[in-house]
T-cell receptor, first 111, second 114 residues
Framework: SQQGEEDPQALSIQEGENATMNCSYK?????LQWYRQNSGRGLVHLIL?????REKHSGRLRVTLDTSKKSSSLLITASRAADTASYFC???????????FGTGTRLKVLA | DADVTQTPRNRITKTGKRIMLECSQT?????MYWYRQDPGLGLRLIYY???????NKGEISDGYSVSRQAQAKFSLSLESAIPNQTALYFC?????????????FGPGTRLTVL
């Protein structure tokens, strides 16, 4: 399977702290995306980083990509209780537009 | 996302029954996908379609079939449901003309097979 894997599986932090979650994948990619899922709901796209990019920012989100290590990280700064959700990375399986999702990180932000 | 709708939202059925899950979208996207989500396993791709005449198997297509009736409609069928098909099912769409192949997800269908 080309499925990505997120680490840690679960993360609990205090409001205001930063949250970092990592994603590893197995094959070459054209891009990697991060999605958020509130409990039992559909996923919502957060950010995309292309294989020729190393870092990208969007609001309180910072994504890095290391293609040599086949890994990406998502940093959420100054976390809020509303950030409580599961976060998934998705890779495009070598440019096929057939996205493979990881197993997710469950983030809980305590108020 | 209200632009991608799924019916039914919840369904309980018995082993051996035929079930159809429907997905409709008003986004005008050409690409549509069906995923299932199981606890601890993330999302797994069942089938995907890049246009009306294009149907492709995903990671776990066994026991499932699909039909792309129109650009806006993509249905998933379980010909003879079995308990291990109990899961949360998501439909998603994307636009091939967009540089960012963002996927837009429906609200999900919770299927229980007894």
């Amino acid at each position: 399977s080309q499925q990505g894997e997120e680490d840690p599986q679960a993360l609990s932090i205090q409001e205001g702290e930063n949250a970092t979650m990592n994603c590893s994948y197995k094959t070459s990619i054209n891009n990697l995306q991060w999605y958020r899922q509130n409990s039992g709901r559909g996923l919502v796209h957060l950010i995309l980083i292309r294989s020729n990019e190393r870092e990208k920012h969007s609001g309180r989100l910072r994504v890095t990509l290391d293609t040599s290590k086949k890994s990406s990280s998502l940093l959420i700064t100054a976390s809020r209780a509303a950030d409580t959700a599961s976060y998934f990375c998705a890779t495009d399986a070598g440019g096929t537009y057939k996205y493979i999702f990881g197993t997710g990180t469950r983030l809980k932000v305590l108020a | 996302d209200a632009d991608v709708t799924q019916t039914p939202r919840n369904r309980i059925t018995k082993t051996g029954k035929r079930i159809m899950l429907e997905c409709s979208q008003t986004k005008g996207h050409d690409r549509m996908y069906w995923y299932r989500q199981d606890p601890g396993l993330g999302l797994r791709l069942i089938y995907y379609s890049f246009d009306v005449k294009d149907i492709n198997k995903g990671e776990i297509s066994d026991g499932y079939s699909v039909s792309r009736q129109a650009q806006a409609k993509f249905s998933l069928s379980l010909e003879s449901a079995i308990p291990n098909q109990t899961a949360l099912y998501f439909c998603a769409t994307s636009d091939s003309t967009e540089k960012i192949n963002e996927q837009f997800f429906g609200p999900g269908t919770r299927l229980t097979v007894l």
